[in-house]
């Protein structure tokens, strides 16, 4: 999941962003209004993260503005004030969700989650694919019996291949979702993490779920002479 943290202070925007990137989340941050504005635009982010009291357009100015140009990206406010009509103000302003400073770090979590679970059905606590597990609030993985251990980036980018499992999906839009800004285009950065992910969830197994298709992308929970899901399911608890 990609998201977009708007804060200007930096030392909580470092910890903000480390904090989650360790739970396997892509973060770019900007510190004003006019860049989450421009970044919003151009980026398809999963969440924005978006601090009240930022320079030049405010954090209420600014949610304004998403909402007016029509995008539905979940928006969680963060802020000082905590009086009950700073709270309307920013829900009144298109904000989805509400979060005073200071704050634990393991309720940002638990809201963000809340907020992945509300635009789509796809946002599930548990994903199945064939005989593969994801818990998303654990983010463990399991693939029939067999515990699978993954790095952070490594589970990023499988939830998002098994969130969309049953269809190809190019590196374009691999990278917009699972790496941030710093991402090199040019580099086999995908393809080395895609190999990775091949090892450990299909070494051993009957049937291979995580397929290349040359000149289009990658597929998880297809098999190579599929144009569909082959046995791919998905539920949740």
Known sequence: MRLL??????????????GLREQSYAV????????????AEINDYDVVILDVMIPGLDGIATCRAIRARGKRIPVLMLTA?????DRITGLDAGADDYLTKPFEFGELLARLRALLRRPRELRLAQIVVDDVVLDTASQTVKRGNRAISLTA????LLEFLARNA???????EIAEHVWDDSFDPFSNLIEV???????KIDEGANRPLLQTRRGSGYAFGLTSDDTGVNGAKKSHV
């Open 5 to 18: 943290l708007v804060e200007d202070e930096k030392r909580i925007a470092h910890f903000v962003a480390k």
């Open 28 to 39: 770019d941050i900007v510190a004003n209004g006019v860049d989450a504005l421009y970044h």
């Open 81 to 85: 004030k905590d009086g009950v009509q």
């Open 153 to 156: 980036k490594e589970y990023a």
């Open 166 to 172: 049953g269809r190809v999906i190019g590196r374009a």
């Open 193 to 199: 993490y895609i190999n990775r992910l091949r090892r």
